[in-house]
């Protein structure tokens, strides 16, 4: 997910979920420094992804940008305000999940 090191976002944890759900394989978490820069990232995560031929299935909380939601299918990609991800800790939601080292292929999304 070169789009969100572009867009300079915050602490990204990639974590391997496809032995524990059916929703998707991978999850992306990354922190903006404010709402603004949250809508930044989302929108250079969408428009690069676009350029390669991927368009969200869904988008969600862009309204107040607190906590917005890409849904890839395969990726979601979920950036948050700091407050935000240490409120809801997805990354204790999921400790049994195995973190992916950032840059490597996130299935069909980086090929």
Not at 52 to 72: F, H, N, R, S, T
Not at 96 to 103: D, N, Q, R, S, V
Request: hydrophobic share 35%.
């Amino acid at each position: 997910m070169e789009a969100i090191g572009n867009a300079k976002g915050l602490n990204i944890s990639v974590l391997d979920v496809q032995e524990l759900t059916d929703i998707s394989d991978h999850m992306v978490i990354v922190t903006g420094s404010s709402t603004r820069h949250v809508k930044s990232i989302m929108n250079t995560v969408v428009d690069e992804l676009r350029e390669c031929g991927y368009k969200p299935i869904g988008v969600e909380g862009e309204q107040y940008a607190q906590w917005i939601l890409l849904d890839y299918g395969d990726v979601l990609v979920h950036v948050m305000t700091a407050e935000t991800r240490e409120f809801y800790n997805l990354e204790r939601l999921w400790k049994h999940t195995l973190k992916t080292p950032y840059g490597e292929k996130l299935g069909t999304l980086s090929e």
